[in-house]
């Protein structure tokens, strides 16, 4: 490249370079919207490389939009076929599509690239449980509508979706919390307790913890009122 135009290329170069500093810090503090954007900015100049299009891919992932994060994981893989983080997250997009064939694929492709990781071995077992793998699937959908009803403010029929997803994946914490939470509310304080110390067990949510102790404290008060 000829001196003038890497001149001419410069401002637009360092301004990539704050852009990419900035959304870096931005995701570290847990502000996945404005890392979004400024990555998207990045995107749009040009300026990207694989860990640009597998942090969109995440921050989709976390915002629920499986397609966009597909896509941008799908990015990442062009740019650079060697991030086992990537086809991890990717296998599970799959499986939310019940894509069977797909997830299994690409959790083979991670482990070919580290094929002594063990969190991969035990990824691997379970994408190829084909029972545990619907449960899984059929559990997350019967949260989101469990969700869903939440929201409308029908608990009778959030209660029962939140109720079959737990029963199909006892380890689904978001289910465990919320349908432990409206237990509570409803002055079923053991039941309710019991469901968001599962919620606590098979997660590090630290809002879930502090919900836990408060209802303890709160039902300790009511048995020394008795």
């Known amino acids: 490249m000829k001196f003038l135009d890497k001149l001419k290329i410069l401002p637009k170069y360092l301004k990539a370079k ?8 931005l995701l570290q503090k847990g502000d996945i919207k ?10 749009k100049m040009g300026f990207v490389n694989y860990m ?15 397609e966009k994060a597909k896509k941008y994981f799908e990015k990442s893989i062009d740019l650079n076929n060697e991030n086992v983080v990537t086809y991890s997250t990717l296998s599970e997009i799959y499986l939310r599509e019940r894509k ?15 094929p002594f990781n063990y969190f991969l071995k035990k990824r691997k077992k379970r994408v ?15 949260t989101e509508k469990g969700l869903k009803a939440k929201k409308e403010g029908d ?5 029962e979706h939140l109720k079959k997803a737990v029963q199909l994946n006892n380890k689904n914490s978001t289910a465990s919390f919320v349908y432990g939470t409206i237990l509570f509310n409803e002055k079923k304080y053991e039941e309710g307790i019991k469901h968001v110390s599962m919620a606590v067990e098979f997660s ?4 879930y913890s502090a919900v836990l102790s408060s209802m303890q404290r709160k039902l300790n008060e009511i048995k020394k009122k008795k």
């Open 18 to 25: 704050y852009y990419t500093k900035k959304a870096n810090k």
């Open 34 to 43: 404005r890392a979004k954007d400024y990555y998207e900015k990045l995107e």
């Open 52 to 66: 640009i299009y597998h942090n969109l891919g995440s921050i989709y992932f976390q915002f629920g939009n499986l």
């Open 100 to 114: 069977w064939e797909k997830a299994e694929k690409v959790i083979d492709k991670a482990l070919e690239i580290e």
């Open 128 to 142: 190829f449980n084909k029972e545990w793998r619907k449960s899984y699937v059929d559990s997350l959908e019967e």
């Open 155 to 159: 608990i009778d029929k959030a209660k």
């Open 204 to 207: 590090q949510n630290k809002r």
